[in-house]
C-alpha cells in the first residue's frame, strides 16, 4: 500500500495568530450584532410620533420626526390649535404649548424640565405635573386641583379661576397667583420664597407670610391689614 494511503489529516493545532484573529474579529462585531446580548437602556423609552402629531411639528420646525428620540431638547409648538397628542414629547427638556387649545391630556410631560401650558382650556388633570421644574399654567380655567404641584420650583397659576386649594405648594420657591380670586387661605405658604398675589380679592388674613423674601400683594383689596412689604413680582 502507498503509505501516503495510511496518513490521517490532523487537525491544526491554533495558533497565536488564529486565536488574536478571532479576538479580533469579535471585538469589532459590529454593534447590531452585539445588541442581542445586551440591549440599549433607551430603547423601551422611545415613543412613536402620531401621524397627525408629526404633521404639525414638519409645519412648525421644517423637519420631520418619527419618534421621541429624534426630537430636540427645547420644542416650541405655541398656538397649534390642532395639536391633541402630545404622548411622545416628554422628554423635550424645555417645551412650548402656549394655546395650544386642543391638549387635554399631559400625563406623559411629567419629566419635561420647562412646560409652558398657558391658555391650554381643556387642560384638567395637572397630577402627573409634579415633577416639572419651571411649569406655567397661566390661564388654564379647567385645572382645579394643585395638590400633586408641590415641588415644582417656579409655579405660575395667573388666572387659573378654578383654583381655590393651595395648601400644597408651601414649598414651592417661586409662586404667582395672579387673579386667583378663588384662592382665600394662604397660610401654608409661609415658605414660599417669592409669592406674587396681585388681584386676590378674596386673601383676608395674610399674617402668615411675614418669612415670604419677595411679597406681592397690589390689588387685593379683601385685606383686612395693611400689608407690610410688596415689591414688583415678574411673571414667567
Known amino acids: 500500500?502507498?503509505?501516503?494511503?495510511?496518513?490521517?489529516?490532523?487537525?491544526?493545532?491554533?495558533?497565536?495568530?488564529?486565536?488574536?484573529?478571532?479576538?479580533?474579529?469579535?471585538?469589532?462585531?459590529?454593534?447590531?450584532?452585539?445588541?442581542?446580548?445586551?440591549?440599549?437602556?433607551?430603547?423601551?423609552?422611545?415613543?412613536?410620533?402620531?401621524?397627525?402629531?408629526?404633521a404639525i411639528l414638519q409645519r412648525k420646525t421644517g423637519h420631520e420626526y418619527l419618534t421621541s428620540a429624534d426630537l430636540p431638547t427645547e420644542l416650541n409648538l405655541s398656538f397649534c390649535e390642532d395639536l391633541v397628542d402630545v404622548s411622545a414629547l416628554g422628554h423635550v427638556r424645555k417645551l412650548?404649548?402656549?394655546?395650544?387649545?386642543?391638549?387635554?391630556?399631559?400625563?406623559?410631560?411629567?419629566?419635561?424640565e420647562e412646560?409652558?401650558?398657558?391658555?391650554?382650556?381643556?387642560?384638567?388633570?395637572?397630577?402627573?405635573?409634579?415633577?416639572?421644574?419651571?411649569?406655567?399654567?397661566?390661564?388654564c380655567t379647567g385645572v382645579r386641583d394643585v395638590s400633586a404641584l408641590g415641588k415644582v420650583r417656579k409655579l405660575n397659576l395667573s388666572w387659573c379661576v378654578g383654583v381655590a386649594?393651595?395648601?400644597?405648594?408651601?414649598?414651592?420657591?417661586?409662586l404667582y397667583l395672579i387673579r386667583c380670586d378663588c384662592v382665600m387661605d394662604v397660610s401654608a405658604l409661609g415658605g414660599v420664597r417669592k409669592l406674587c398675589l396681585t388681584g386676590c380679592t378674596g386673601v383676608r388674613d395674610v399674617s402668615a407670610l411675614a418669612g415670604v423674601q419677595e411679597l406681592?400683594?397690589?390689588?387685593?383689596?379683601?385685606?383686612?391689614?395693611?400689608a407690610k412689604k410688596s415689591t414688583h413680582c415678574t411673571v414667567c
Open 165 to 174: 386649594d393651595v395648601s400644597a405648594l408651601g414649598q414651592v420657591e417661586e
Open 216 to 226: 406681592t400683594l397690589t390689588g387685593c383689596s379683601g385685606l383686612e391689614r395693611p
Open 1 to 54: 500500500h502507498n503509505t501516503s494511503d495510511r496518513k490521517q489529516t490532523k487537525p491544526n493545532k491554533p495558533t497565536r495568530n488564529n486565536m488574536d484573529s478571532a479576538t479580533s474579529t469579535s471585538a469589532t462585531r459590529p454593534p447590531s450584532v452585539r445588541a442581542r446580548a445586551s440591549p440599549a437602556k433607551s430603547a423601551p423609552y422611545v415613543v412613536p410620533i402620531a401621524r397627525e402629531t408629526r
Open 115 to 139: 412646560l409652558y401650558l398657558i391658555r391650554c382650556d381643556c387642560v384638567m388633570d395637572v397630577s402627573a405635573l409634579g415633577g416639572v421644574r419651571k411649569l406655567c399654567l397661566t390661564g
Open 96 to 112: 412650548n404649548l402656549t394655546s395650544c387649545t386642543a391638549v387635554e391630556d399631559v400625563s406623559a410631560l411629567g419629566q419635561v
